[in-house]
């Protein structure tokens, strides 16, 4: 069964399997078996990578009966079949629980589906596994290691053990790079998907905030929350986005992209796509503090735009880069988010309130507070009710500093169709503005360790940006595949 995908090579994308299983060389259930051979293999054990929280006991059904769908009515759209990772924090309701990678929430079953597991299914994805993270998003300690869980523990890199997972969304990100699956759901409130995808060299999209619906989904931050596509190309990632993206009724935040969105997100996929853009780079603080091996590997991927006909406009400046960034709005949305989620748990379950967390991880000191809880008990402190105004001049303060006289200003001086940054390092001005952004594998360092490219620009310019992204892709080829040995 596995062998009929293996011969269509490793790493298969989307198109390719899709294409594979029209012309009946392979089927979903074929394909399914293919991934939970690889995880049984790679992931699970003490050297495994350990992305892999657990596997849908009823993905093989649900393949099948997929199969047989495509048989009588032929397909729903391009996801059809297709095996799809989804985050910890991410609601499924079936037979595997939603824990954001903490022991309280251990045996936590979700009544419903996330809006966005929905449209998954809808599309005819399968929902493979749910992968591992760092707990609660990484936003319980101020030193807690990306990757690391109380619940899962830790996730290794697949192109080193030694080498940074990136995170929150760390599982998602290694499930991708090391052909465990070919799509991976993400969620990032300031890097979390952007980190991890660089650190992987895997693609990664943080949409704008609210195209996504956040209901559902764990929570940290009304203000800057999203889920996001991780896969291994730029198509793939824009495939994922287009069954992910839509209006959700029950959040507010995506009623907004009513008119602002195309009908798909690879409309603007052309390898010309970056000849006469205008790409800004902001050297400092951004590149200005990169190590020689990045540096490097950064430089080679802007000499790639420059030779797909792009206008690199090299340094540009945000006026605000340097301003006083930090967690207020945070720290104050994830009181009152957390326990309007918490509260509709059932009751069996040990914590139902921000409060009740901080008590048990005090209560189990030796396994929950590995790293401490000082984000949690930050949190905790606040009044819950978005009243302080230290909380409203900050959120006021970030949406100016990081749009009108940030991003924006940069955009709208330089006359510019994006910014590129290094890895994530530009991933916290976007995010308090709830811009999109995609980061695209650039190439190793000489150590093996995976750089990223991210491309930034204003909301809803999704689509703009995955041309510019496809077409560096396709200029550059800049993603190495992990290597790992190969099953039994």
Known sequence: MVQSVERLGAQITVAAAAAAMDRGETSSSEL???????????????DGLNSILEVNPQAVQIAEGLDRERAARGVRGPLHGIPVVVK???????????????????DHYARRDAHLVARLRAAGAVILAKANMTEWANFMSDHMPNGYSSRGGQVTNPYGRDMDTGGSSSGSAVAVAADLTPLAVGTETSGSILSPA???????????????????????????????????????AALLLDALAGVDPDDPATWAQTGRTGSSHTALLR????????????????FDKLDDARRAVLERALAALRAAGAEVIDPVAIATAGEGWDHTVLVHEFKPALNAYLAGLASHLPVHSLADVVAYNEAHADVMLRYGQAMLVKSEATDG?????????ARVRDVRRSRAEGIDRTLAEHRLDA?????????????????PS???????TAAGEPVGLTFTA???REAHLLGLAYAFEQADAGRVPPTLPRPA
């Not at 910890?88 to 251990?106: E, I, Y």
Request: glycine share 12%; proline share 9%.
């Open 271 to 286: 390898p010309d796509a970056l000849r006469g853009a205008r790409i800004g780079v902001p050297r400092e603080p951004y």
């Open 198 to 236: 660089s650190q992987n060299g895997v693609v990664g999209i943080k949409p704008t905030v609210g195209l996504v619906s956040r209901t559902g989904v764990i929570p940290i931050s009304f203000s800057q929350d999203t889920a996001g596509p991780m896969a291994r190309t730029v198509r793939d």
């Open 385 to 393: 009710r978005l009243t302080d105004p230290a909380y409203r001049i």
């Open 88 to 106: 910890d924090n991410v609601d499924t309701a079936d037979l595997m629980h939603t824990s954001a990678g903490t022991r309280p929430l251990a």
């Open 419 to 435: 910014l590129v940054f290094p890895n994530n390092r530009g991933a916290g001005i976007a995010a308090c503005a709830g811009y």
């Open 32 to 46: 399914v078996a293919y991934y939970l051979d690889r995880i049984a293999a790679l992931d699970a054990g003490p």
């Open 438 to 444: 995609v980061t695209v594998p650039a190439g190793l």
């Open 458 to 460: 204003g909301a809803y």
